[in-house]
């Protein structure tokens, strides 16, 4: 039995000193850029949730003139962009056990694969900080399998309203703590790139200061909703974007209340790039850290949701309460802040390759877009907040592949079906025939919105509004998965998953029911049984049909859900087969995909 993910194994589940690893780009430090370093594995839990978001408002830079059509892509892969500092990646050696059923042959190892350790990487402090808490380290969700997909290529086509000017896309979401900073730094940085012009942002400070919340307008950029700027609080995953000469960025600003954690995720699982928002005030960082605060959980989420790099933006060193008496930024409250972060990181399975760390103040921009004078942070030595953006390790995309769109939000515009999500496989173009699943609808694609743009082609990874016919808008479902004819998504109610319980009141046993969420699905489900309890150290069986779990174990076990849904095999497609569970507003798990079964499979 394969388990879904034959070349990573995560820390939680492999053998003592196996590690999986993939390289990325070294964190920035207090004293400049450490060397490469091994990069983090990725995580395997995508959802999202259907909630209502607020109107999909696009503040953008108008992008420079089209570039010149390129060659259609081939089948020959392009040479892929990496960091000047980046070694190649370490080889990753498996040995899968495959079996054909798991619970008919439990004694075959689930989990065999054995991974090679990446050499040690450097921490973003003067000295790596060591956890002699004595606590026993958090265990990482599980890892992404590699994806193995051809090169990122333009794609030759006109578009219809403007041309496609060449640049790939990047999703970012911002995370981290209530009133940490999240929406005053990426409404500053569409500012600083010409998404709000000046105008607008004198019309945001008046009404902000007629509030008596000046230091707010830079977020309102983010916040449109009235209670959201009434309340200075992000309540739904904002949406701009801004352009660089070689790239488009999606910002989506995520809230920080837990209350609202279902629309972090919703963000969470659109992006491939974390901005994690740490206040460094006096006692800010101490709530969202060290006091039951949203960082830990929203770290957590962000891995087991795909995304791929972190950039950790210590926020707010200007502040009155830590700066130096000479005015200079505390060089030691900005290491205070990462010493006690790294550890977790590594836990939840964040690997230095994969994170980058900049000290920033974003109310008044510093080092945002120009990097922050020596006289103001003598100390630091690494890039700007936005030449760290255009350096950063390109978005793997499967530009050849299938079309799978799982779609996330859907309304009707002049008449017309429009249906939003992450083209997560393959090349959409205008005119084309598509199926949509579960329900086997046939649709044809009238026209595509790329932010402000109309578009004659929507490339992997854009967040794409297509608007269709064949289909009322109200006979599409959040979660629905738009779908090449020739090559249609799985579609079950049931399924079995390996799953780590992180929190849980009581035991966890068969009978249990709670809420899914896989890519942008959410969904009840029970769980049928129990199939075996994995041994954390070794990955092996410890235990076969086990009569309960609790927090901190690693079960197989088969779910069911009240209908079927769209959703594969981890080891098929990662980005349909990674979840969690969520029980009374707590992440109760998270998990993969291991092998679908039939609708009727109850009784197996």
């Known amino acids: 039995m394969n388990t879904g993910a034959d070349e990573f194994v995560p820390s939680w589940m492999a053998k003592p000193g196996a590690e999986n690893d993939k390289k990325g780009r070294a ?3 207090a004293g400049g850029s450490a060397g490469g370093a091994a990069a983090a594995p990725k995580l ?15 503040i953008g830079a108008k992008p420079a003139a089209p570039a010149p059509a390129a060659a ?102 911002f995370i981290g703590h209530v009133d940490a900073g999240k929406s005053t730094i ?26 008596n919340r000046e230091s707010w307008k830079y977020a309102w950029a983010m916040d449109l909703a009235d209670s959201e700027r009434d309340k200075g609080k992000t ?50 960082f101490e709530t969202g850290f060290e006091k039951g605060g949203q960082t830990r959980e929203h770290a957590m ?50 690997k230095p390759g994969d994170c980058s760390w900049i000290p920033v103040s974003g109310l008044t921009g510093i080092n945002l877009k120009t990097k922050v004078d020596p006289q103001t942070c003598p100390w630091y030595e690494g890039e700007s907040l936005l030449d760290l953006l255009e350096h950063l390790r390109p978005p793997e995309r499967l530009l050849n592949a299938p079309v799978k769109l799982p779609v996330n939000e859907k309304y009707k515009e002049m008449g017309g079906t429009m249906l939003m999500g992450k083209l997560e496989a393959g090349t959409i173009n205008v005119g084309d025939k598509l199926v949509l699943m579960p329900q086997k609808t046939e649709i044809t694609v009238e026209a595509i919105h790329l932010e ?6 929507a490339e992997p990874g854009d967040n794409v509004r297509l608007r269709i016919k064949g289909a009322e808008e109200e006979d599409v479902k959040i979660g629905f998965v738009a779908c090449t004819p020739t090559a249609l998504v799985t579609v079950t109610d049931v399924f079995d998953v390996r799953l780590m319980i992180l929190e849980h009141k009581s035991i966890i046993t068969a009978g249990y029911s709670a809420v899914i969420h896989i890519h942008a699905l959410v969904e009840e489900f029970v769980i049928e049984k129990l199939i075996g309890e994995l ?6 069986i410890a235990k076969k049909f086990p009569k309960f779990a609790k927090p901190g174990q690693t079960v197989i076990a088969r779910i069911r859900l009240n209908q079927p849904i769209c959703v594969e095999e981890f080891k098929v497609f990662p980005q349909l087969g990674r979840f969690m569970i969520r029980d009374e507003q707590r992440t109760v798990g998270v998990g993969i995909v291991l092998k679908v079964r039939e609708n009727n499979s109850a009784g197996e």
């Not at 995953?237 to 910002?251: D, I, K, N, P």
Request: net charge negative.
């Open 27 to 29: 964190p920035q430090t």
């Open 44 to 58: 395997v839990v995508d959802f999202g949730l259907p909630s209502k978001k607020k109107s999909a408002v696009v």
């Open 72 to 173: 259609p892509a081939t089948d020959v892969p392009e040479a892929k962009e990496a960091p000047q500092d980046s070694a190649p990646p370490p080889e990753v050696q498996s040995k899968p056990d495959e079996t054909s059923d798991i619970s008919a042959k439990l004694e075959s190892a689930v989990l065999k694969e054995t991974t090679k350790e990446p050499p040690a990487a450097s921490v973003p402090v003067a000295t790596e900080p060591t956890d002699d808490s004595g606590k026993e380290a958090v265990a990482a969700p599980p890892a992404e399998e590699d994806v193995d997909d051809d090169a990122l290529g333009e794609v030759e086509s006109a578009a219809i309203s403007e041309e496609s000017d060449g640049r790939k896309t990047v999703n970012i979401v």
């Open 186 to 211: 990426s409404g500053h940085i569409l500012y600083l790139t010409g998404g709000v012009d000046d105008r607008t942002m004198e019309k945001f400070e008046r009404e902000a200061k007629a509030k």
């Open 235 to 284: 309540e739904e995953c904002g949406r701009a974007s801004f352009v660089t000469e070689t790239r488009r960025f999606v910002l989506l600003d995520a809230p920080g209340h837990k209350s609202y954690v279902p629309s972090m995720i919703t963000g969470a699982s659109q992006a491939d790039v974390g901005m994690l928002v740490i206040s460094a005030r006096k006692g800010e």
């Open 301 to 350: 989420l962000a891995k087991t949701s795909g995304v791929r790099q972190l950039v950790i933006l210590i926020n707010k060193l200007d502040d009155p309460s830590i700066v130096n008496p000479d005015g200079t930024w505390s060089k030691e409250r900005y290491d205070e802040c990462c010493s006690k972060l790294m550890p977790f990181l590594k836990q939840v399975g964040w």
């Open 452 to 457: 402000e743009f109309e578009r004659a082609t």
């Open 535 to 540: 041994d954390r150290k070794t990955g092996q």
